[in-house]
């Protein structure tokens, strides 16, 4: 089994009981529900938890192999969630030229969206310099 699949394992729950058919104590779903963490809810744990501890553990204690192993299971998730931060940096900082799929390109783009593209500090990131030279 891959790491990210034995990692994923781990955070996956199951509704069973009471929560079949609940999201809160209240109110009774007419649907059943399978999963409290699902697949993709995992994912977003590892993409945003356990990774930057990862990572941030292997900084602090010089430990190589660790940061190796979190940027690879960092490459090896793919990511299908959309959202309008992704959309914009596809359509006009990269216009489409590149397919981000990964984790790791997901979050890359996010945050030259947060640190760069908001605050209009084009000509300090490295795309930006490129796009409008």
Not at 3 to 31: C, Q
Not at 55 to 78: H, M
Request: proline share 2%; with cysteine; aromatic share 10%.
């Amino acid at each position: 089994i891959p790491k990210i699949e034995k990692l994923r394992s781990l955070l996956l729950v199951k509704a069973e009981g009471f929560w079949e058919n609940h999201y809160r104590f209240e109110d009774k779903t007419s649907d059943t529900i399978k999963a409290l963490v699902g697949k993709e809810r995992a994912d977003e744990i590892i993409i945003n938890v356990i990774i930057p501890i990862c990572l941030l553990y292997a900084r602090v204690f010089k430990k190589k192999e660790v940061r190796k192993n979190a940027l690879s299971l960092f490459e090896s998730i793919k990511s299908k969630k959309r959202n309008t931060i992704l959309t914009v940096v596809e359509e006009q900082l990269v216009r489409n030229k590149i397919k981000l799929d990964s984790a790791s390109l997901y979050q890359g783009a996010i945050q030259l969206y947060k640190y760069y593209c908001l605050d209009e500090r084009c000509m300090e990131c490295e795309i930006g310099r490129i796009m409008f030279r």
